[in-house]
């Protein structure tokens, strides 16, 4: 349950439109529900801006589609990742109004924000194709929660030019997830260049000396680009959640106002 639904829910009662036991029993499972195989956070969205997401990892398809479930019992949407074909395949067959992405490997049940509640975009940024399934997990992430994303793949270093093509409109977004394997040098690269908030994300892509991401984590815990946050491997989910609390407590680059000036008399 989120703060928009809590105030619904109390104003209802205020009008007379669903009696205090209705209301009661509506939040009987908050602040959460102990299922047995999982303790439901039921108030997540009161205190963080954003709600419960599923770690499909280690779970059974059976296990997850009973904790989906119970969560929609006070969510209208949540969201799965880490999910394998296996939870893709059984949470499409259960629930409708199902969004999967197999290649973030995330699936979204039930109903996203029609429209964009948070100010501006996202951009998200990655150095190379095989980047982009950490990348997509961030852009499935922001999505879920009400975020603008536009995508500038495949733009590394191996090839500068690509990325300045892009600059122009990069400049304009609120927050920007740059995510990066081999030796991970984007992010620095993009923070010299954007005033924005900028949170790195280091991929295991990359030859043997790349140490499955550790070498791009240092690069970009040593970046000389000042001001770029940096999340663990792989983890595109974790940064477009530091994103969204960004965005959520007004933080971020406010986009250029596109009004031009009135043309003087001379």
């Known amino acids: 349950m989120d703060a928009k639904t809590l105030k619904i829910l109390l104003k209802e009662v205020r009008t007379g439109r669903r009696s ?13 529900a102990d299922m047995g195989i999982a303790k439901i956070d ?21 296990d997850t589609i009973e904790i989906v479930a119970r969560v929609l019992r006070h969510a209208p949407m949540v969201l799965v990742t880490r999910a394998s074909d296996a ?22 049940v039930g109903a996203a924000p029609k429209n964009a509640q948070l100010p501006g975009f996202v951009a998200v940024v990655s150095a190379g194709t095989s ?12 999505e879920a929660f009400g975020a603008n994303v536009e ?35 984007l992010p620095s690269v993009v923070g010299g260049l954007l005033a924005c908030p900028l949170v790195a994300v280091p991929t295991s892509i990359g ?3 790349s140490f499955n991401g550790i070498a791009a984590l240092l690069a970009m815990l040593n970046s000389c680009a000042a001001g770029v946050s940096v999340v663990n491997i792989d983890n595109g989910f974790g ?19 596109r009004k031009r000036k009135a043309p003087s008399h001379r």
């Open 151 to 185: 995508r500038f793949y495949d733009v590394g270093v191996a090839g500068l030019h690509r990325l300045l093509h892009t600059l122009p409109r990069l400049k304009e977004a609120r927050a920007a997830i740059v995510v990066a394997g081999m030796e991970g040098a």
């Open 87 to 108: 939870h893709i395949e059984a949470l499409s067959a259960k629930f409708p109004n199902v969004h999967a992405n197999a290649k973030a490997r995330t699936v979204r």
């Open 207 to 209: 030859y043997g000396a």
């Open 20 to 32: 205090v036991e209705d209301a009661a029993a509506r939040l009987a499972d908050l602040p959460y």
């Open 42 to 62: 039921h108030h997540r969205a009161l205190r963080c801006g954003f709600g419960e997401v599923i770690f499909g990892a280690g779970k059974t398809p059976i």
């Open 239 to 257: 940064a477009a959640a530091a994103v969204l609390r960004m965005l959520q407590t007004g933080g971020g680059k406010k986009p250029a106002s």
């Open 131 to 142: 980047d982009q399934p950490v990348a997509e997990e961030a852009v499935e992430t922001l």
